[in-house]
C-alpha cells in the first residue's frame, strides 16, 4: 500500500511571494468551510465575513500527524484548539489509556475550551 504525504502551505516556498491578499483569499478558501462547522463561527461568517476572513488568515494553520504521534499531552496547556478535517484520532481521557476512550473523527472539534478559558489537557 503507498502511502501520500499531504501537503502544506510551509511545504510550498513559492507561496511565500503570493500578494498578502491573495493569501488572505487562499486562507478563506481553505478554512472558512472547517472554521464555520461550529455555530458560533457560522454566526459569525453571517453577519462579520471581513471577521471571518481575518482569522482564517491569521489565527489557522494545518498540521499532519503520523499514525501513533500525539496531538497534545495529559497536563499540558492547551494553546490551541483542532479540528479533524481528515481520518481519525483516538482520545484518552486522563493520563493513561481507559474504557472511556473517545473516538474523534473528521469534522470533529477538540480543546474548544482553549477559546473561553486558560484549559490544561486531561
Not at 34 to 53: E, M, N, S, W
Not at 76 to 89: C, P, Q, T
Request: proline share 5%; glycine share 4%.
Amino acid at each position: 500500500m503507498r502511502s501520500t504525504k499531504r501537503v502544506h502551505e510551509q511545504d510550498v516556498s513559492l507561496l511565500n511571494y503570493l500578494p498578502r491578499s491573495l493569501k488572505m483569499q487562499m486562507h478563506t478558501e481553505v478554512f472558512k468551510p472547517k472554521l464555520i462547522t461550529h455555530p458560533l463561527f457560522t454566526l459569525l461568517a453571517q453577519g462579520y465575513d471581513r471577521v471571518c476572513i481575518k482569522i482564517c488568515h491569521m489565527a489557522m494553520s494545518q498540521e499532519s500527524l503520523k499514525p501513533g504521534e500525539e496531538l497534545f499531552a495529559y497536563g499540558k496547556e492547551a494553546e490551541k484548539v483542532h479540528i479533524v478535517d481528515w481520518g481519525s484520532l483516538l482520545y484518552c481521557e486522563g493520563s493513561l489509556p481507559s474504557h472511556k476512550d473517545i473516538h474523534v473523527n473528521a469534522g470533529d472539534w477538540l480543546c474548544e475550551h482553549v477559546l473561553w478559558m486558560p484549559w490544561v489537557h486531561r
